[in-house]
């Protein structure tokens, strides 16, 4: 049997999850696992832990010998990279949940690790309590994975929920994710999908090998979602759902992207409401697997960081293996086709030429309204796509790998209930 390690702990940030930590720790004794120190920002706030606990100074944490393991929950990712950094030098083993922070420095994390044989986690950083990131690791390292598809961020979704099911505006549900808790510190990387693209990019170096800049990757989140396409949605049985997708084509690259998408009853995401998250994995043996769960909030997310810590009584660290095996890496594709709905005030707004087919046209409700097929570098680099009046929701099976399979098809979406005018 494998000799367990005594775990000490120093903690950055006291907020909603670092204080659940705090909490979960006194109730797992088993662990062996106890926070020696507490670094926080605003030593004037009032905080549920003995005082003796907290300092301002990184130092106090970072120069501490007898801490072994650094559990970094702060949310400034700038900040975040000094500490993280600087602990994995001083050969002390991180656990972190600041996706932005991984998405953004994976490789020279990756480096650090490695050269001082020290272990860096981070389940809690995608899909909050769903073990995602570990499952990757180690059931999917081999090559059969085909697509990943997923509700990875919880803010979004509850909007989105609220909007469909209580009717709430735009407005009064993203106070309310914040409230709950859910919410980034700054809500913008919610709602504009920049927290699902850093998810995503994490994702795809452990599922495909593939190190990115979130920012190479399309995304865009639900700010530009009208009360008229939640109505479209509504009457059409099918749900917008903000989706982060990443999917093998024949050539064995990787498409992947962050937009909204109408999601049917078919799939399993459809039933994912608030702040839970879903990912449908499909890979070439099994079909499509489901993992559940919730994606945000308090304990959740301090469920995976427990994880974490757990794994590092016997010393667990991510492998890797394909981004260290070239057979097995993937690349990103940029050449693949969407199927997309757009709904805009004016044909001023958007630029017909950059679609390949346009398939149903009409207005309704003082909008203008068309599905078609565009190319994903088109897409990407249109600038009516950051027009606010501009909505863009992919269509179910939106991937298309080669425009002449669509002529083949004939393949009016028939997005649900749409009359046709042109
Ligand atoms: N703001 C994030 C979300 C928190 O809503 O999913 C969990 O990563």
Sequence with gaps: MSSQKKIVIGLFGFGVVGEGIYKVLQKTPALQARIKKICIKDPSKKRDAPAELFTTDYNDLLEDEEINVIVELISNAKEAYTIVSTALIKNKSVVSA??????????RLIELQRKHNVSFLYEAAVCGSI???????????NDLLQSICGIVNGSTNYILTKIREENLDYQQALLQAQQRGFAEADPALDVEGKDAVNKLTILLAHAHGIITDPNEILHRGITQIQNTDAIIALEKNVQIKLIAQAKKLANNKIAAF??????????QLYNVRNEFNGV???????????LYGKGAGRYPTSSAVLSDI???RYNYSYEYRKLNNPENRNELSTDFYLKIYVSFKAWS????NDFDFTEEIYCQRGRQYLTGVIHYEKLKNADWLSDNNVSVIVCPDGIIENTDTVKLKSTSLQLPGVEVLV
């Design 258 to 267: 962050v937009l909204p998408q109408f999601v049917t009853i078919e799939s």
């Design 280 to 290: 449908v994995i499909e890979s070439s043996l099994s079909d499509k697997q489901f």
């Design 98 to 107: 600041n996706k932005k922070l991984i998405a953004a420095h994976l490789p």
């Design 131 to 141: 073990p995602i990131i570990r499952n990757l690791e180690e059931y999917y390292d």
């Design 349 to 352: 707004d958007i630029d017909l």
């Design 310 to 312: 757990s794994a590092l």
